[in-house]
């Protein structure tokens, strides 16, 4: 089962705005609106930060928002701060599976 | 407060078997989806299992079908992973994970226990 597709890193500097991609198929990303976002910072447990696709759990900052189009999901956070710095990954449904992205370190300059 | 508890990792030699834990609470755990998600030694996330909340229905990557069975207890509020078989390249920190629905679909998981690690070597 071959990983989603992310940047290794994205960088910027506090108060912009990045995006992370996510590329898959459309036997997944493409195909379901089951499309999530996991924040993990050295040593600890994920953290669900945006599921299908662009639904915020409760007490996750509005900073953080999700897309997609086609079979490619986006993750952007804005007004970028240094707690925003960690390992993000993104994952999908695919056929009774579920796949996560390769994962991208989040720098703040 | 939910809490996930996992216990049972350590180091075992090639081809053998474990069974890790995952003790739950605060939740009501028959209502809820279950997964197992793993993280090798400086590397990214992998999914490894889900089970629905009756535990009819299951679910495992290709990499561990055939040798992995996820279980539950839903008396007991505990989730199971029997691994057997066991290669070096299934050492890794694994997370017990609560996801937000009932069935195996999609394992979106919003709370993580701490993880139990795993050492496959000899």
């Known amino acids: 089962q071959s990983a989603l597709t992310q940047p290794a890193s994205v960088s910027g500097s506090p108060g912009q705005s990045i995006t992370i991609s996510c590329t898959g198929t459309s036997s997944d990303v493409g195909g379901y609106n089951y499309v999530s976002w996991y924040q993990q910072h050295p040593g600890k447990a994920p953290k669900l930060m945006i599921y299908?696709?662009?639904n915020r759990p409760s007490g996750v900052s509005n900073r953080f928002s999700g897309s997609k189009s086609g079979n490619t999901a986006s993750l952007t956070i804005s007004g970028l701060q240094a707690e925003d710095e960690a390992d993000y990954y993104c994952s999908s449904y695919r056929s009774s599976s579920t796949v996560f992205g390769t994962g991208t370190k989040v720098t703040v300059l | 407060e939910v809490q996930l508890l996992e216990s049972g990792g350590g180091l075992v030699q090639p081809g053998g078997s474990l069974r890790l834990s995952c003790a739950a609470s605060g939740f009501t755990f028959s209502s809820y989806a279950m997964s197992w998600v793993r993280q090798a030694p400086g590397k990214g996330l992998e999914w490894v299992s889900t089970?629905?909340?009756?535990?009819?229905?299951?679910y495992y990557a290709d990499s561990v079908k055939g040798r992995f069975t996820i279980s539950r207890d839903n008396s007991k509020n505990t989730l199971y992973l029997q691994m057997n078989s066991l290669r070096a390249e299934d050492t890794a920190l694994y997370y017990c994970a609560k996801t937000i629905y009932y069935d195996g679909t999609g394992s979106v998981c919003d709370y993580w226990g701490q993880g139990t690690l795993l050492t496959v070597s000899s």
């Open positions: 299908e696709v662009s």
């Open positions: 089970i629905s909340g009756s535990g009819a229905g299951t």
